[in-house]
């Protein structure tokens, strides 16, 4: 079992929907990460927070470390948002290893 | 720029050879990582280095080696004993240290094995 679980895994929208995309972990972290990885392959850091809230545009990331859950919303989505959405967890010490969800395929139609 | 290469981003080969595949950075970061990436999976980490001339096996190291004799490469060898090669490989690096440091990506290479 995956340490680190996301839902949806497959999510279609209407251009301006709000997104909602979660992740549960199951271990203790220090850190936790959202990426962005588009059809092309490359993966674009979008987060990594610890508590609370982050805002970058129109994407928010929240976590809640008590439930072990964070999730990350996108607001008036646009079909450039199309991309798969990854969560990665950091255990912390000191060889700082990731654990990766199996991401979430945004898709947004016009 | 500063940031992550891959080459080449597609890469064939035919069962039983050796191939390398390329990461290079000039960011200045200490830590580098290769991960693979399969379909329906989430990443797993091949093997990363904190340091120049050091590195540690990750969760699925069987089948590849690595070196790190210079900070901004750190190439990988798929190598014949690895079971399933096709994959898409992804390198990263960060400051080492720092927790809150984020992780950086390189573009990646699809390796298909014939």
């Known amino acids: 079992k995956n340490e680190v679980e996301q839902s949806p895994q497959n999510l279609t929208a209407q251009e301006g929907e709000f997104i909602t995309i979660n992740c549960s972990y199951s271990?203790?972290?220090?850190?936790l990460h959202w990426l962005q990885q588009h059809p092309g392959g490359g993966i674009v850091s979008l987060f990594m927070?610890?508590?609370g809230k982050k805002k970058h545009g129109r994407l928010i990331a929240t976590i809640n470390i008590q439930e072990k859950h964070s999730s990350l919303h996108i607001t008036a989505s646009h079909p450039r948002d199309s991309a798969v959405y990854i969560c990665?967890?950091?255990?912390?010490?000191?060889?700082?290893?990731?654990?990766f969800g199996k991401g979430t395929l945004l898709t947004v139609n016009p | 720029d500063g940031g992550i290469t891959q080459s080449p981003k597609y890469l064939f080969r035919k069962e039983g050879q050796n191939v390398t595949l390329s990461c290079e950075q000039n960011?200045?970061?200490?830590?580098m990582y290769w991960y693979r990436q399969d379909p329906g999976q989430g990443l797993r980490l091949i093997y990363y280095?904190?340091?120049?001339?050091?590195?540690q096996k990750g969760d699925i190291a069987e089948g590849y080696s690595v070196s790190r004799e210079k900070k901004e490469s750190f190439p990988l060898t798929v190598t014949s004993a690895q079971k399933n090669p096709t994959a898409f490989y992804l390198c990263?690096?960060?400051?080492?240290?720092?927790?809150?440091?984020?992780?950086?990506f390189g573009p990646g290479t699809r390796l298909t094995v014939l």
């Open positions: 271990v203790g972290i220090s850190a």
């Open positions: 960011l200045n970061h200490d830590a």
């Open positions: 990665a967890a950091n255990s912390g010490g000191s060889n700082y290893k990731l654990t």
């Open positions: 927070l610890s508590s």
């Open positions: 280095s904190q340091i120049v001339n050091d590195f």
């Open positions: 990263a690096s960060r400051i080492r240290g720092a927790q809150h440091n984020e992780q950086f």
